[in-house]
C-alpha cells in the first residue's frame, strides 16, 4: 500500500469512528435526558438548556475530527 492508501484510510477511520462515537454519546446524552426529565418535571428547562450545550459540543468534537480527516486528505504532503 502507498503513502496516499494509508492516507485515505485514516480519514475514513477518523469521520467514520468520529461519527459513530457522537451518534453514540448523543443518544445516550437523550436518553439520560429523558429520564431525568420523567423524574423530575420541574427541571425540564435547565435539563434542556444544558442537554443542548452539551449537544453541540459532541458535534464540534466531529467536525473538528472531519476538519482534520479534510486536511490529511487534500493537504497531502506525500502526493
Known amino acids: 500500500m502507498t503513502n496516499v492508501a494509508f492516507v485515505a484510510l485514516a480519514a475514513g477511520l477518523i469521520v467514520g469512528l468520529g461519527a459513530m462515537g457522537a451518534a453514540i454519546g448523543i443518544g445516550i446524552m437523550g436518553s439520560k435526558y429523558l429520564e431525568a426529565a420523567a423524574r423530575q418535571p420541574e427541571l425540564m428547562n435547565a435539563l434542556q ?4 450545550v452539551l ?25
Do not use: E, S, W, Y
Open 49 to 52: 438548556t444544558k442537554m443542548f
Open 55 to 79: 449537544a453541540g459540543l459532541i458535534d464540534a468534537a466531529f467536525i473538528i475530527g472531519v476538519g482534520i480527516a479534510m486536511f490529511f486528505a487534500f493537504a497531502n504532503p506525500f502526493a
